[in-house]
């Protein structure tokens, strides 16, 4: 990434301004010796500005940069000596939103360790599969989670709530280098249509992948942030690691509760939301507060943006939705802005500087704009794997999305739904997500999922689900004719069945698979 580009993005952010002499010293030399992983952050950021708030939570708890800091090194000193974890081995985390899930997860990198994020809304016998596979040594895990664990191998030290404060409270003194070994961050995909698989997320190594990032979204030094995605979604982990760079004070709650975090948004004063989309939708299901949260950004992603969501949101909260399309896998493809989603508000946006876009036919060969493809991602922080030793397909440097896609002749990227979930009616290529985003126009629509299943006549067939809002009611045939005026008569849903929720995974994702139970 050329530097004056980098330059110029870091001094509009704020990154740039001077400060006291010795403490821009020791923030540069955390950066050289620790490098750029979230142990780096944070200690380049306490280095800096030790005593502004780092994290502060529902309860009231605060943390400064410096408490932080001290509360993770005290963490992997326990580890160390306590518990016998060194580098190489894997921690488990298996936290919802608080700064317990960050003090673990630091404590790991600081050991050379590789933290492995685990979602919280994993089954017993999934988290079993996902311990043995990924070979945990530890598993650090809220209280709530108890049960979840009983039918773990004997030899995983399990640390729950009380037993990280004693690890902390009672570490003993000690030095800490940076290990020869870097710790990764092991992200388990969504796991929507199967068991989740671990992808090892790389290192950052210099400001380029921020840089990326925040020259299309508008966050700046200091902001007051809040993080509502799950901070074990790449997401909700990306953010962290933004948030640390910019040595923001971060908002964490544990679960996410919209009048909850309304409140939290006016109450912290927060510039910035970082939310998946079903988030961003259920905000919307509850009075605005008076005033208003003094937002200048909400990034949204890690599902689709359901049409219209944006410029509803956007119509009550102003002209901040920022919506990131990416994967575990490829990081950040594409950022969408305030006046993209006014102007096409199912559009994944533009490329970053420094991010390559890609749309190929199955022969890896470019096709024409507007004409739909596979989309392949090439920036800084392509995934190095999954950690079974699969990897994705690549072409020219390119990494395979799975993901279908097309880019029109404004450049604005429209990712039509994932590969495998496009289905073949009666001859026809037909894309789920193109009835979704049709569907969700509806007034009376609160949430839509469109999947194919099997059809004796046509191969495959589309059904609809349908949430409604509270005391609306639709006719399954007037969404067939809805659906019939604006698409192909192959798009038409032939079942319309109408829920209460759709069934979602914890990051908001919407559950094929519990769908097509459904069919039996």
Known sequence: MDLPFVVATLTRRGLLTPGRPIRVASQLQALRKWGWSLAGELRQAAARDPGRVAVLDEQ????????????????ARAMRTGLGVQAGDRVGVLCRNHHGLIEAVVAATVLGADAVLVNSGL???????????????????DDEFADRILGLPAEVHRVDERGLEELIAGALPGDLQPPERDGRTIVLTSGTTGAPKGARRPTPNGFGPLVSIIDRIPLHTRDTVMIAAPLFHTWGYAALQVAFALRATIVLHRRFEPAATLAALVAHQCQALFAVPVMVQRLLDVPPPDPRPPLKVVAVSGSALPGGLAPRFMD????????LYGSTEVS???????????????SAGRPPHGTRLAILDDDGQPVPDGRVGRIFVGNEMLFEGYTSGARRETHDGLLDTGDLGRINADGLLFVDGRADDMIVSGGENVFPSEVEDLLARLPQVREAAVIGVPDPEYGQRLAAFLGLHPGEVLDPEAVREYVRHYLARFSVPR?????????RNATGKVLSRELRRYYG
Do not use: C, M
């Open 60 to 75: 009231g708890t605060e943390l400064t940069y410096q408490e932080l800091l001290d509360r993770a090194e005290r963490l």
């Open 123 to 141: 089954s017993a016998a999934q988290l079993a599969t996902v311990t043995e596979e990924q070979r945990l040594r530890v598993l650090v895990h």
């Open 332 to 346: 950040w493809a594409s950022i969408a802005g305030p006046a993209d989603l006014r102007e096409a508000p199912t």
């Open 495 to 503: 079942d319309v069945i109408f829920v209460k929720y759709l069934p």
């Open 316 to 323: 009550v909260y102003g002209d901040v939705v920022y919506n």
